[in-house]
């Protein structure tokens, strides 16, 4: 059989998607699993979004679209957008993908060459380490640990932007570790990035929508407005909306990159499809209580999280304030034993805690940190205390 290409060899399949088959097995298989893996929302948009998929079925022209986006959709992130606080956009600056997963790949492939350095924090989305491998591009890994609340600190980029890095990424709310960067914290971070010219800024900040105690969401080009010309906000609406399976991703930045973006969709995937095009105009420009209510629940569900974790000795969690995740560091069980099974690492901690309690949660190497686990806490309500009852049993029950 002739040798498939060096790249696919690089890519692995994600760790989520591991734990997420293994718990979906069991579950199968008859055991009770409550799942704490995947970072999808248990809801649905509201109910205008299928009114207008409905009404565009009614017309479809069943023809290609776009490669940049309709000009209906690009209107309405652009509102989007300014209401975050971004300005000065226009059509030009904007560019559609298949969910923000295909738009952050064709940045990687408009912005790097093979053996460019692209410079991100651990924790990281597991995704960004494969698609720096998929192009060729040599990762940075700036680890934030723990004890520095997983957050990247101004003379550690300024370190990393010495190597002239091709790229920045930059991911506020953070998956996994739900942390959410204050106004001041990114005001000394853009003070650093304004000192480094040659690095491109790609800000991945999906889970913008989500930002819990009046934090607010903030981004490096409102502290300093001249990185605009070097810096691509990627959005989606999957986490926001509730809709993950529609698959919309969109981009913001200079024109050149938009440009750029849109020529790889000409020949990756031609456009969107214009039922999906009329259900992303209804989500953006259509009443916001949806995320609104979500964003109030999963700050409540933060809560009971951060609560019982922390009553079990031994584990630190920096407290999330965005997104829905949290990010426990698990290493004082490492070391010990669960019954007869030796927990030596934050692998061995996931498999044994499935296998005994029924709690499926990532380990967090697959994010580039292995003294933590990931817990998505999208359940349903009714999930979230007792799945985290058996996360306490289990530390309690290791010798
Ligand atoms: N960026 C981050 C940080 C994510 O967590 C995810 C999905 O989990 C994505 C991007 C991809 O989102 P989409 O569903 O729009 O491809």
Redesign the pocket.
């Known amino acids: 059989m002739p040798q498939l290409a060096q790249r696919v060899g690089r890519a692995k399949p994600s760790a989520i998607m591991v734990i997420a088959e293994k718990a979906r097995q069991l579950k199968a298989a008859g055991r009770d699993i409550i799942s704490f893996s995947i970072?999808v929302p248990n809801f649905l948009p509201g109910e205008h979004v299928y009114a207008a998929a409905r009404e565009a079925l009614s017309h479809d022209s069943g023809q290609y679209g776009s490669n940049r986006g309709a000009e209906p959709l690009l209107d309405a992130f652009l509102k989007h957008i300014e209401a975050l606080g971004f300005r000065g956009y226009g059509r030009m600056n904007l560019s559609i993908g298949i969910?923000?997963?295909?738009v952050?790949y064709n940045l990687a492939e408009a912005l790097l060459d093979e053996g460019d350095e692209i410079a991100f924090a651990a924790p990281f989305?597991t995704?960004y380490r494969d698609i720096a491998d998929i192009v060729g591009a040599k990762a940075n890994i700036l680890h934030c640990g723990p004890e520095r609340n997983y957050k990247l600190v101004p003379a550690q980029l300024d370190a990393a932007l010495a190597r002239r890095p091709k790229v920045f990424l930059f991911?506020n709310p953070s998956?996994p570790t739900g942390m959410v960067y204050t106004r001041e914290e990114i005001a000394a971070l853009a003070d650093v990035l304004a000192d480094h010219p040659d690095t491109w800024i790609v800000t991945?900040d999906?889970?913008n929508s989500m930002v819990f105690d009046g934090i607010g969401y903030h981004n490096f080009v409102f502290a300093r407005p001249e990185l605009k010309d070097r810096l691509v906000f990627?959005d989606?609406?999957?986490?926001t909306y509730g809709m993950?399976g529609w698959?919309?991703?969109l981009m913001a930045g200079p024109e050149a990159v938009a440009r750029a973006v849109t020529t790889l969709n000409s020949n990756h995937i031609t456009s969107l499809p214009e039922v999906i095009t009329a259900a992303a105009v209804a989500a953006l420009a259509g009443p916001q209580d949806v995320p609104q209510a979500k964003c109030a629940e999963f700050a409540a569900k933060r809560d009971t999280v951060v609560a019982a974790l922390a009553a079990i000795p031994g584990v630190v969690c920096p407290r999330p304030q965005g997104a829905f995740y949290a990010f426990p560091d698990i290493s004082a069980a490492f070391g010990r034993r669960h019954g007869d099974t030796p927990i030596d690492s934050d692998v061995a901690f996931c498999a044994a805690l499935l296998e005994a309690k029924g709690v499926a949660c990532v380990p967090g190497s697959a994010f580039g940190e292995p003294r933590a686990m990931r817990i998505s806490y999208t359940c349903p309500a009714a999930q979230l205390q007792p799945g985290l009852e058996r996360i306490q049993a289990f530390f309690a029950e290791l010798t």
């Open positions: 970072g969910g923000a997963k295909q952050l989305w995704t991911n998956n991945d999906i889970y990627v989606s609406l999957s986490k993950p698959r919309v991703g």
